[in-house]
């Protein structure tokens, strides 16, 4: 079935620095490929999405590139923040009548000043 | 500023007794979803609703029931409640049966059984 790899965390950055958390997916067809973050103590929110090969989500500054070759979302920042310390989900809308979000495990951003 | 609310917001239960949990939209989105969140495991669907009496089962959907009377509303219901689901759980919503929208989630439920 469909899955979506991430790499473990957590991932302590300062701040300035450059960020990318690996995303891989595995899915029959073309899915949506999406970011969410979660800041402590709420629900998670959308990032960013991109809905076929080629295209660039992009927001606050975050950017992932759908790859089909390499079957891959990797989130970037050039510049991290403080703020930006939260839990990171990859995720992918499958194609059934369900249209339910399958996501990765999550990775854990700290980034210290 | 969410059109969803989830409630509880915390809950701590007996082993054994049951316990219903509420999700409430004022989106009017057809498509209403239940996950529990754990360490290591992400988030995993429960169950979900494609609308008014519409339901079917997630990949962990034993111990679960869930009815959607209304198009507003969504409760997830834990039988008899056990101390593996001890959980965060989230309801999120969407609006439509296209593959790329997303999700808007709830604050989320912290259910502890003891």
């Known amino acids: 079935g469909d899955s979506v790899t991430q790499m473990e965390g957590p991932v302590t950055l300062s701040e300035e620095a450059f960020l990318t958390i690996n995303c891989t997916y595995t899915a029959t067809g073309y899915p949506s490929l999406f970011w969410y973050v979660q800041y402590p103590g709420e629900g998670l929110q959308l990032l960013l999405k991109?809905?076929?090969?080629?295209d660039k989500g992009s927001n606050k500054g975050f950017e992932a590139t759908y790859r089909k070759e390499t079957t891959s979302f990797h989130l970037e920042k050039g510049s991290v923040q403080v703020s930006d310390s939260a839990v990171y989900f990859c995720a992918l809308s499958g194609m059934d009548s369900s249209y339910k979000l399958i996501f990765g495990s999550g990775t854990r951003l700290l980034v210290r000043p | 500023d969410a059109g969803i609310t989830q409630s509880p917001r915390h809950k701590v239960t007996e082993t054994g007794t049951p316990v219903t949990l509420r999700c409430h939209q004022t989106?009017?989105?057809?498509?209403m979803y239940w996950y529990r969140q754990d360490p290591g495991h992400g988030l995993r669907l429960i169950h979900y609703s494609y609308g008014v009496k519409d339901t079917d089962k997630g990949e962990v959907s034993d111990g679960y029931s869930v009815s959607r009377s209304k198009t507003e509303d969504f409760l997830l219901t834990l039988e008899s409640a056990t101390s593996s689901q001890t959980s965060v759980y989230f309801c999120?919503?969407?609006?439509?049966?296209?593959?790329?929208?997303?999700?808007?989630f709830g604050s989320g439920t912290r259910l502890t059984v003891v």
């Open positions: 999120a919503i969407r609006p439509s049966g296209q593959a790329n929208y997303g999700y808007t």
């Open positions: 989106e009017n989105h057809r498509y």
């Open positions: 991109a809905t076929k090969a080629d």
